[in-house]
T-cell receptor
Framework: QKEVEQNSGPLSVPEGAIASLNCTYSDRVSQSFFWYRQYSGKSPELIMSIYSNGDKEDGRFTAQLNKASQYVSLLIRDSQPSDSATYLCAFLGSSASKIIFGSGTRLSIRP | NAGVTQTPKFRILKIGQSMTLQCTQDMNHNYMYWYRQDPGMGLKLIYYSVGAGITDKGEVPNGYNVSRSTTEDFPLRLELAAPSQTSVYFC?????????????FGAGSRLTVL
């Protein structure tokens, strides 16, 4: 079983709608989770981090963490064309130093 | 403040050649990482370091070596390059490991092995 799994997409969402991205992980010891955004040809950049069960909101972005079910999700409200990118989930591994990434979900916002 | 600097940006190698990808950060970060990203895929951890003199393997360490003699530098060595090592390589660093940590990435090094 892979340590972290994401749907590769592409996920196509109309402008103004809610985009929902999901990620499951296998390491029950993991405590910290991250969502990174990567534009084509660029380096990843952090959108949000979350380490407590529940929701965490930052502007149009909401991260959700459910440790019992071992999944973390990212909701993007009022999707904009500029949100078109690959979204990578990541977690801090059981070694407490390794940061492991998923395979990424490609999101396309159609006008 | 340059952040994380990677060199070279692009390189073409022949099968069997060796080379070193350089990574330097000027933020006094203890933790440094090397990732590779194949086309359309996520990041795979190659090696990481928690401080000068300390390195450890990641998910895909075979065919690579690292060293960390200073806090600033974390070079990645490829021995006997193979086509399977064609990828984009990212170096990243962070000052601490916590729930709030942010990885600062370099711009990437695109390597092609022919």
């Amino acid at each position: 079983q892979k340590e972290v799994e994401q749907n590769s997409g592409p996920l196509s969402v109309p402008e103004g709608a809610i985009a929902s991205l999901n990620c499951t992980y296998s390491d029950r010891v993991s405590q910290s989770f991250f969502w990174y955004r990567q534009y084509s040809g660029k380096s990843p950049e952090l959108i949000m981090s979350i380490y407590s069960n529940g929701d965490k909101e930052d502007g149009r972005f909401t991260a959700q963490l459910n440790k019992a079910s071992q999944y973390v999700s990212l909701l993007i409200r009022d999707s904009q064309p500029s949100d078109s990118a690959t979204y990578l989930c990541a977690f801090l591994g059981s070694s407490a130093s390794k940061i492991i990434f998923g395979s990424g979900t490609r999101l396309s916002i159609r006008p | 403040n340059a952040g994380v600097t990677q060199t070279p940006k692009f390189r073409i190698l022949k099968i069997g050649q060796s080379m070193t990808l350089q990574c330097t950060q000027d933020m006094n970060h203890n933790y440094m990482y090397w990732y590779r990203q194949d086309p359309g895929m996520g990041l795979k951890l190659i090696y990481y370091s928690v401080g000068a003199g300390i390195t450890d393997k990641g998910e895909v360490p075979n065919g690579y070596n690292v060293s960390r003699s200073t806090t600033e530098d974390f070079p990645l060595r490829l021995e006997l390059a193979a086509p399977s090592q064609t990828s984009v390589y990212f170096c990243a660093s962070t000052p601490i490991i916590s729930g709030a940590n942010v990885l600062t990435f370099g711009a990437g090094s695109r390597l092609t092995v022919l």
